[in-house]
């Protein structure tokens, strides 16, 4: 839960790294998140106005981690819109992100698994 948190604190930063990690945890809490307002909402049989808010809430966070977790792989934030392309950019997307970080720094900031250590 430490790492969905940690993400919502950085709301909107854009630059440094994000390791795996903190992507994959991330990602795991969001689906969670969804899911359990899917479920409120079928039981109570609301149009979907929960579920809405939390996205729109979620989504420049979102949009943020992807782009600091391109950044640990050495690319620019730009590849997100290689998901746009049908089918292949989510493929391409989702092999960028399993990734491992580049070591060392590069030319977005030191790498995350060596401060941490």
Do not use: C
């Not at 795996?20 to 969001?30: D, S």
């Not at 899917?38 to 979620?58: D, K, T």
């Amino acid at each position: 839960m430490n790492w969905y948190i940690e993400v919502l604190k950085k709301y909107a930063v854009f630059t440094g790294r994000a390791r795996r990690t903190e992507y994959w945890m991330f990602f795991l809490f969001n689906i969670i998140i969804a899911v359990a307002i899917g479920v409120v909402e079928g039981i109570l049989g609301s149009p979907g106005v929960l579920g809405l808010l939390y996205s729109l809430g979620v989504f420049i966070p979102t949009l943020a981690v992807s782009v600091r977790r391109l950044h640990d792989t050495g690319r620019s934030g730009l590849w997100l819109l290689i998901g746009l392309v049908p089918l292949i950019g989510f493929i391409v997307l989702i092999v960028f992100f399993v990734q491992d970080s580049e070591y060392g720094q590069n030319q977005y900031g030191p790498n995350p698994k060596e401060a941490a250590i």
